[in-house]
Nanobody, 125 residues
């Protein structure tokens, strides 16, 4: 099993930045990919960014491309989501997820095996 804990959420003004962290523990050597997803009130959970563990290839949703970046720091078993130029519509609960068997599509919620509890981000005007 893999345990995931997200931190770093909070309140930020539009145009500002936040960095979310996801610390992994347990069977961390079994990961094929790590992803970030978000869920706004009344909406379905949606893909934000992912990183494939074998070669660090990154993938991004069109809505955040150029503003967010996913970065891994193996020494700390941590994956970060750096969020810049935040917009009101980025307000959501943000979740970290781990994939522990290979599945090609990294933007699909059902293709991840473990999830963190989430961290909330509010972007204000």
């Amino acid at each position: 099993q893999v345990q995931l804990v997200e931190t770093g959420g909070g309140l930020v003004q539009a145009g500002g930045s936040l960095r979310l962290s996801c610390v992994a523990s347990g069977r961390t050597d079994s990961r094929y990919a790590m992803g970030w997803f978000r869920q706004a009130p009344g909406k379905e959970r949606e893909f934000v960014a992912a990183i494939r563990w074998s070669d660090s290839t990154t993938y991004y949703a069109d809505s955040i491309k150029g503003r967010f970046s996913i970065v891994r720091e193996d020494a700390k078993n941590t994956v970060y989501l750096q969020m810049d130029s935040l917009k009101l519509e980025d307000t959501a609960d943000y979740y970290c997820a781990a994939q522990t068997s290979f599945r090609a599509l990294l933007g699909v919620v059902g293709n991840y095996d473990y999830w963190g509890q989430g961290t909330h981000v509010t972007v204000s005007a």
